[in-house]
Each structure stands twice: as C-alpha cells, then as structure tokens.
Nanobody, 121 residues
Framework: QVQLVESGGGLVQPGGSLRLSCAASGSIFRINVMGWYRQAPGKQRELVAAITNSGSTNYADSVKGRFTISRDNAKNTVYLQMTSLKPEDTAIYYC???????????????WGQGTLVTVSS
C-alpha cells in the first residue's frame, strides 16, 4: 500500500558529498516522521537522521555537522545531504517513514529497499 523509492547512492571519494532522496507513494493520508538508517557490513542497523512533519530533526552523533536531513511534504520526499564523507560512512542506507494510510485508516511503518553508499579512494 506504501512504497518508498530511494535514489542517489554510489561511489564517492573521502571528503566528498552525496545526496540521497526517498519518495513515498501509495494510499497515504499523512506522513509523520521520515528518516534514514544505515547498516555497514558486520554491524547492526543504526539511525542516522530523522525529521518530523514540522521540520524537527535529530542526528546520530557520528554524522552531526556533516549530514543534513530535509523533506518536501508536498512531494512526500525526504532527503539526506551528506558532506565530508568518511570511509566509515560506507553502508547500505535505508529510508523509513511513519505513515498513516487509508483503506482502512491505520498507522504503518514503511521501508525502502536500501541504497549502497561507498566511500573509498
């Protein structure tokens, strides 16, 4: 009923920048929180950043000052602008959304398929 489509992953050099996008579609009544998780090889999935529908944000300590999360409510899209990238940022990045859907009206957690970000020289 809800799909999240991610784009923007790829290979980037240390110190470089990359912008991830995630667009939600389907029978959406309202999206409350949207965010990004990441999972590196051999590590557990961790929250990177989250944003509410009013624009409040929070970040993992490891990315504060380097990453910026934003959203376009009219397009049901969330973005993650990543700068000063480090090799330890290499991971699969997953988009997530706290969605209120219709038919029937109910809350639903939606996840994207993941997009790979590789930071390497």
């Amino acid at each position: 009923q809800v799909q999240l489509v991610e784009s923007g992953g790829g290979l980037v050099q240390p110190g470089g920048s990359l912008r991830l996008s995630c667009a939600a579609s389907g029978s959406i009544f309202r999206i409350n929180v949207m965010g990004w998780y990441r999972q590196a090889p051999g590590k557990q999935r961790e929250l990177v950043a989250a944003i509410t529908n009013s624009g409040s944000t929070n970040y993992a300590d490891s990315v504060k000052g380097r990453f910026t999360i934003s959203r376009d409510n009219a397009k049901n899209t969330v973005y993650l602008q990543m700068t000063s990238l480090k090799p330890e940022d290499t991971a699969i990045y997953y988009c997530t959304a706290d969605v209120l859907v219709v038919t029937p009206l109910r809350p639903l957690d939606a996840w994207g398929q993941g997009t790979l970000v590789t930071v390497s020289s």
